[in-house]
């Protein structure tokens, strides 16, 4: 059975395992594990209201989860929850996992305000588009990363 568990500053050693989860199943192992932040940092960002890190556990494993972020709005009084990342290892797909990781979000959207919860998918990533598009409204949009160096 799979139990959510929502991280807090003391999940120290589940924090790790998601990131060692978003590693092997977006197959960049380097850019979740070679340079890590150490306890303090993660600490810190778990207990940070404007941070939110869902795992789905078996039994004492990580097997998914995703982080997300609260953005304050400045047009009006209200926050929108970013959904940065969200990943289930390839064991445990097709079971409903990501669809409850997103249903126990909401909640926690709602305390921290938000009135929408958002999520990019990359062209080509059809499981994912299904999902989101399964839950909520597509919109198509265009994404740059604009480099600060």
Not at 32 to 54: K, V
Not at 86 to 99: K, M, N, W, Y
Not at 104 to 120: D, E, G, H, M, S
């Amino acid at each position: 059975m799979i139990k959510l568990l929502h991280l807090g500053q003391n999940d120290l050693a589940a924090m790790h395992a998601l990131l060692d989860c978003f590693g092997e199943a977006f197959e960049e192992p380097d850019t979740y594990g070679a340079d890590r932040p150490d306890a303090g940092y993660l600490g810190e960002l778990l207990a940070d209201p404007h941070f939110i890190a869902l795992a789905a556990m078996d039994g004492e494993h990580v097997v998914g989860g995703l982080a997300a972020y609260v953005l304050r709005k400045f047009e009006q009084r209200r926050s929108e929850v970013y959904i940065y990342d969200l990943a289930v290892a390839e064991s445990h797909r097709r079971r409903g996992i990501a669809t409850a990781l997103i249903e126990a979000l909401k909640p926690i959207a709602r305390q921290r305000n938000a009135w929408v919860i958002f999520v990019q998918a990359d062209h080509g990533d059809d499981p994912a588009i299904a999902l989101y598009e399964s839950l909520g409204e597509r919109e198509e949009v265009l994404h740059f990363d604009i480099g600060v160096d």
